[in-house]
């Protein structure tokens, strides 16, 4: 099936820089890549996303990359704010048509 | 607002129990999944069903059931619970099978302890 590795598992930032998160995937026929934000004690809820017939999407200060040939892709937020911290899952769509969620990226803002 | 509601924020069950957690969803989505959230691991699929009484292993089934009996009520069963089945369990429901067009709506989750 499906592999996805999410890297850093923690991430702390100054409040006003910018946090990349990356994942990379195994199924080079994976067409779908949302990345999830859950605060701490709430639900996942998606962000943003991307589909394979583009290789960047922005919404404000979060964009999303995605490199088809290296099979990997990146959550890139600018400006940070404390609200900001939480817990980040990338995810993929692949051949079986689910979604396969990567390990989490624990993000901290500091002021 | 759209809701994916599941029966119990807290469990705690014995060894040995038999254990049903439960999810309903209002939006009328065909596909309903059942993901259980260990840190470090991320969100693991259990099993998934795409249409009433249809049903998919995930992957970590072993050990765990479901039911879809209704297009809005999916449920997961712990056969007999063990303490390494001890975590938050999320119920979500989508569209799409894939996550497109609005991606999953997650219940607020379910954190069992077998004891």
């Known amino acids: 099936g499906e592999n996805v590795e999410q890297h850093p598992s923690t991430l702390s930032v100054q409040e006003g820089d910018s946090a990349v998160i990356k994942c990379t995937y195994s199924d080079s026929a994976s067409n779908y890549f949302p990345w999830y934000k859950q605060e701490l004690g709430k639900r996942p809820q998606l962000i943003i996303d991307?589909?394979?017939?583009?290789g960047e999407k922005k919404d404000q200060r979060i964009a999303v990359t995605l490199n088809k040939t290296a099979k990997h892709f990146s959550l890139h937020i600018t400006e940070t704010q404390p609200e900001d911290s939480a817990v980040y899952f990338c995810a993929v769509t692949g051949t079986a048509s689910k979604l396969t969620f990567g390990t989490g990226t624990r993000l901290q803002v500091t002021l | 607002d759209v809701k994916v509601t599941q029966s119990s924020r807290y469990l705690v069950k014995r060894t040995g129990e038999k254990v049903f957690l439960e999810c309903v969803q209002d939006m009328d989505h065909e596909n309903m999944f059942w993901y259980r959230q260990d840190p470090g691991l991320g969100l693991r699929l259990i099993y998934f069903s795409y249409d009433v009484k249809m049903k998919e292993k995930g992957d970590i089934p072993e050990g765990y059931s479901v039911s879809r009996e209704k297009k809005e009520r999916f449920s997961l069963i712990l056969e007999s619970a063990s303490t390494n089945q001890t975590s938050m369990y999320l119920c979500?429901?989508?569209?799409?099978?894939?996550?497109?067009?609005?991606?999953?709506?997650f219940g607020s989750g379910t954190r069992l302890t077998v004891v």
């Open positions: 991307i589909r394979s017939n583009v």
């Open positions: 979500a429901s989508s569209l799409y099978i894939g996550g497109l067009r609005g991606g999953y709506t």
